[in-house]
Structures are given as C-alpha cells and as structure tokens.
C-alpha cells in the first residue's frame, strides 16, 4: 500500500535552471496538496489541485512557480529561473478532500540551489 | 493565521504520558480539531482528528474540551521516537481539507 511518493527526494539546481518535483498520490486520492517548508520555518500552503484543476493556489508566489495535476499521472510542482531563496522542503499531500479526513504526506523534495 | 494556540515546547520522560495542549478559543461548529507530527527530516504524519467526542487511536488520544475551545492529544507512553514538532491545526469541515500549519510544540523526549 504505497503512500505518497514524491521524487527526487534531493534536487540541486543553478540559478536560473527549473526545478520539476514530482508527486504521485495515495491510490484513489483525487486531491493534491503542496506546501512548502523554508529553512527554520514552518510548513506553508501552497496549492490546491483535484484532477486536471487547480483549485485554490493563494498560496503559490505569483511568478516562476506552477502547478499542476494531470488526468494521467503525478502532479508536477515546476519552479522556472530558480533563485537560492527557492532552496527548500517541499512537501507534497493527498486526501479524499474534506475536513474529516487525514492527510497523507510524503518524504519531501529538498531543493537546494547553488 | 494557524488560530491555535500551542506551546512553544514541551519536555518529557521516556515511557511517561505526554499531555499536549492546545487553544482554539474561535474555532466554528464545522471545524475539525486535527493533529499532526513532523520528525525531523520528514513529512508530517498524521496523529488523529475529531470534531467533539474525545478520540482514541493506536497512536494517541484527543480529548476535546466541551466548549470545544481547547483540546489536549496525549501520548499515553512516550518514546525517544515520539520526538517531534507536534501541530494542532483546525481544519474546516465545509472545506477541502487544507491545513494551516502554525509553530506547532517541540516535544523532547528524554531516556
């Protein structure tokens, strides 16, 4: 029964580069999460994607960064022109999508730029 | 704004309860009371949730008060693995199940 895989666990880009995180959700989870853990920081909400939509992404800096969660295959987390304050955790979570239900998490992208 | 209110920290003994407490003196009818617990270098973990009967699972209790504007989780027998930042988040029950991560508890687990 796997739970959330995220890939790469460790990611090192350049200034400039993108960076694409991965995330494949719980079997049967149509509800994706990304939230992002800055150094000493706490955890953040990103976005909020169902199937083929985003659904609420307040959370998501306004340029460079996007999302999104295809009717086939993982939800992809895309960062283009990466700066070192983009180096990171980056956390992604499925759920069946309401307050009464547990949310899973998996191990996390550590983004580190150079 | 994460609206709970917890300690900053918490120590405590190996194979002793771990009381954690939290504040949500604002919290709605509809809101859902969820914990969850980050090791260090992983992904948070969920612990348990509830909205007003106390819960029991094989990881914790939830004990909600009956105003429902405070609850506490506990740890019946702590371990040096139970160390972790333990958050107690609000969770809305018309929503989608987005949480709000505030500082959360750093609990210290001593042998």
């Known amino acids: 029964n796997a739970g959330v895989m995220q890939n790469p666990r460790h990611l090192v880009r350049r200034r400039g580069q993108e960076a694409r995180l991965r995330c494949s959700p719980v079997?049967?989870?149509?509800?994706v999460y990304w939230y992002r853990q800055l150094p000493e920081e706490g955890l953040k909400f990103m976005v909020y994607l169902q199937k083929e939509n985003i659904i609420d992404e307040s959370g998501m800096p306004k340029e460079r960064f996007s999302a999104e969660f295809p009717k086939e295959g993982p939800s992809i987390l895309r960062i283009q022109q990466v700066v070192r304050g983009d180096s990171a955790a980056y956390f992604c979570?499925?759920?069946?999508?309401?307050?009464?239900?547990?949310?899973?998490f998996g191990q996390g992208t550590r983004l580190t730029v150079v | 704004d994460a609206k709970t209110t917890q300690p900053n920290s918490m120590e405590s003994n190996e194979e002793e309860p771990v009381h954690l407490p939290c504040n949500h003196s604002t919290i709605s009818g509809t809101d859902y009371i969820h914990w969850y617990r980050q090791l260090p270098s992983q992904g948070p973990e969920y612990v348990i949730h509830?909205?007003?009967s106390n819960v029991n699972n094989r990881m914790a209790s939830l004990a909600i008060a009956e105003d429902r504007k405070s609850s506490t989780l506990i740890l019946h027998r702590a371990t040096l693995r139970d160390a972790a930042v333990y958050y107690c988040?609000?969770?809305?029950?018309?929503?989608?199940?987005?949480?709000?991560f505030g500082q959360g508890t750093i609990l210290t687990v001593h042998p």
């Open positions: 079997k049967g989870h149509s509800h």
């Open positions: 979570a499925s759920s069946l999508g309401t307050g009464n239900t547990e949310a899973f």
């Open positions: 988040i609000r969770v809305s029950g018309t929503s989608y199940g987005k949480l709000t």
């Open positions: 509830g909205l007003t």
